[in-house]
């Protein structure tokens, strides 16, 4: 059974951080894309980053660029997601979610992966981050 567990959510001022944390089970960690999703109420969806944990290569939306830095450490099947320079705007129920089609679904379409019809396969249950300005 595919699970996907995030943690590392919380209150936090803004200007802080935090690291989130997808500690992944059931497949075959190697050679996925796992992606980091957020919604923030009344919002869609929206893809901030992912990595293709085969190759390490990383992807961000433009929202996010150079304040996320996800990281894969393969061997604990973990991805992280550390967010700096936090605004009041990067408040949202974050997600993690995994695929098997790593060229696919982690490259810089991933902003409109889901305009397109696309879904990554596996989903988290989510971690909320509020940021209090």
């Not at 989130?20 to 957020?38: E, K, M, P, T």
């Not at 919604?39 to 190759?55: L, N, Y």
Request: glycine content about 12%.
């Amino acid at each position: 059974e595919v699970q996907l567990v995030e943690s590392g959510g919380g209150l936090v001022q803004a200007g802080g951080s935090l690291r989130l944390s997808c500690v992944a089970s059931g497949f075959n960690f190697d050679d996925y894309a796992i992606g980091w999703f957020r919604q923030a109420p009344g919002k869609e969806r929206e893809g901030v980053s992912c990595i293709r944990t085969s190759a390490g290569t990383t992807y961000y939306a433009d929202s996010v660029q150079g304040r996320f830095t996800i990281s894969s450490d393969n061997a604990k099947k973990t991805v992280y997601l550390q967010i700096d320079s936090l605004k009041p705007e990067d408040g949202a129920v974050y997600y993690c979610a995994a695929d098997p089609r790593p060229i696919k679904m982690c490259s810089r379409r991933l902003e409109i992966l889901h305009r397109q019809g696309y879904e990554y396969d596996y989903w988290g249950q989510g971690t909320q981050v509020t940021v209090s300005s």
